[in-house]
């Protein structure tokens, strides 16, 4: 196939998808479908996103927390303020999770590998210390929310919330997806591989670097948004749980991070799994059972499942086979 | 002829049969819940659970609710308040439980009020502290004695003013339940125009506090009142023994968590000595209801077992009052009908093992029945004897008081 016809195949498989997705909210009067999916959902934009600087940049963020709560307290702030709707919540969130990407694509300049990692956990926890001190948004208390009425056609905000959640997931794919078939994705693989190298031979790596950052910041705050009125409840250990970090990384890792489609297949097995375990085995033994899986991939599979499947994106991903 | 007999009683056997069958085949009385099983809550979650498994064996050991037996569903929340709303709509709308129980603690019963509020379920609370208070549900019922928000500080403020207390300092850690409590006790202290001489607030993870401890003395406080965390209690205390407080310090505690928990009370031993902190049920003679002893003899040799708190007087009664209190309401109205239930929690009063339990219109006890406890002549390395009266004196309230209090607090160490 060419990229003509791939481009074409992409667009109508979301296409597809998001018909399903809006069908579905339509005929399934169960809730809980709609209170499970949204959380996969959610996973699948944060990893993806998260694979834009983790995976195309090779610059392992531990912060995806920090941008996930900053998206859920901008959107409380907002919603307390202003009473804004959902969709300006959501871009609201998304253009201060793009000035924190900025910020931390900024800290690229002087840390690397190890060290960039550890500077974004402490990112997470400066923020989190200063919402709990905020007391305009519920403190260390949290703060309950009461949600506005739904709009047509939904019955339920959940599902509208699932919905919605679903064309986050969407953009954040094709995002991934451009950036890429694109001079960026190309770019941020090179410095990936050799940063020195890449920038001798003339590839802007500052400007990709801050442009990988923005782009996850505002992507990553964006699926977060939506959490407040979903739990109709913020509190900054939930907001910031560094769960977040840890399964946003675990899901592009166990899925692989050469191509779109690895953080997507993670975000759905890990996600989907976690759902399962939640409701099924249900003790310390479903967090064993994650640890595990992780183990096993890192070990077994070093490229993840898109490793597994297509040996070629094993020379993508590596580089240097 | 013969043969007619012969077939109808035949007939008349499989009907007997097949109704008694139906009886005893009748599908259980399922009631859900989320519980803290991973995660920070897990200590307190797993003993509050094991004290409605005690609750559901006895009442399916008497024949369970309407006959039927009583099941329970019971999922891991982790501790988190993101993981409750799937897990709810869940156990409604998949497993179609026939009653809900909150699960353990203020976070992850949050995001499920709006819920219940919603669909119009009953929602039987589990130590959550105001969390019914803007959603205005009134379909929910803590087990928590807390009773009404401000009685908290309240209660400790007038052991301190009886004993002479004039202003307070306060020393709170950065977190939910802390600042809950901190608040009330400056809107009490304000009301009674009891001047704060020290007001700090310390960030959770905090494990040295002698420069505070230093700072807090040199304010020369009456009433020292502290809401923490069980890592920081116990920072606290030793600070308090190495540096000491102060002659004019009557009455030091109130809102410190971690001293209920049998694990850090024998850690801490002596230095707890002194310290007048909340509870929720003590080994006093004061607390001993209908089958309170009963419990804690199955309690203490399920506990070693289930790896709980080998004591489990925080939470544990409290699970199965909950479970008692629903099996009155069924019992009364003969149904399973919800609001049937709900009005009958709001307008009796209810017979438990930790007391008789009234509530009020916002779904929290009518007055309040947390404890203010001044703990006695506590030794080093000792689980054994928290069993044992008199080591936690009960000062508060009055219905159940145990002694005085032993004021200052410089004389209450020794």
Known sequence: ?321 | MERRTFLGGAMAVAVVGHGSRALAQQPPIKIGMSMPQTGGLAGGGKASLLGIEIWRDDVNAKGGLLGRKVELVVYDDKSSASETPAIYAKLVDVDKVDLLFAPYATVPTAPIMPFVKQRGLLLMGNFSFQVNSKVGHDMWFNNAPWGPADSWAASFLDLAQKAGGKNMALLTADQEFAQNLAVTARDVAKKRNIPIVFDQVYPPNTVEFSSIIRALKAAKPDIVYVASYPPDSAGILRAVNEIGIGDSVKIFGGGMVGLQFAAVMSNLGSLLNGVVNYNTWLPEKSMYFDGTKEFFDKYTKRAVEAKVDPLGYYLAPFGYAMGQMIEAAVAATKSLDQKGIAKYLRENEHKTIVGPIAFSADGERKETATLQAQFRGVKDKDIEQFRSSGKQVILFPDKLKTGELISPFEAARN
């Open chain 1, 1 to 321: 196939m060419n990229k003509r016809s791939h481009s074409i195949a992409f667009w109508a498989a979301v296409a597809v998808f998001l018909v399903a997705v809006l069908t579905m909210t339509q005929i399934v009067r169960n809730e809980y479908p709609f209170f499970a999916g949204y959380v996969i959902l959610q996973f699948i934009a944060l990893a993806v996103a998260w694979s834009i600087l983790g995976g195309y940049a090779g610059y392992v963020n531990f912060g995806t927390n920090a941008f996930f709560g900053v998206g859920v307290y901008t959107a409380v702030a907002l919603f307390k303020a202003t009473g804004a709707p959902l969709v300006v919540q959501i871009a609201a969130a998304a253009v201060v999770g793009m000035t924190l990407g900025f910020g931390v694509g900024l800290l690229t300049l002087r840390m690397r590998g190890i060290f960039f990692s550890i500077a974004t956990i402490a990112l997470a926890i400066i923020i989190e210390t200063f919402v709990m001190n905020w007391r305009f948004v519920g403190g260390a208390a949290g703060i309950q929310i009461q949600r506005p009425p739904v709009m047509a056609p939904f019955d339920s905000y959940v599902k509208m919330l699932f919905f919605v959640q679903a064309m986050l997931a969407v953009i954040a794919v094709a995002t991934a997806r451009y950036i890429q078939n694109s001079r960026i994705g190309r770019g941020l693989q090179a410095l990936r591989d050799d940063e020195l190298a890449a920038e001798c031979t003339g590839v802007p790596t500052l400007k990709l670097k801050l442009i990988a950052c923005m782009i996850s910041g505002a992507l990553i705050s964006a699926a977060g948004a939506p959490a407040a009125m979903y739990l109709q409840y913020a509190d900054p250990s939930s907001a910031f749980n560094l769960s977040y970090s840890v399964s946003a990384l675990a899901m592009a890792l166990i899925g692989g991070t050469a191509h779109w489609i690895g953080p997507v297949l993670g975000a759905i097995l890990l996600g989907s799994t976690q759902q399962l375990l939640a409701v099924t085995i249900s003790s310390e033994v479903n967090v064993l059972v994650l640890g595990i899986m992780l183990v096993l991939f890192v070990v077994g599979a070093p490229k993840g499942i898109i490793g597994l499947l297509r040996p070629r994106y094993r020379l993508r991903a590596g580089g240097k086979q």
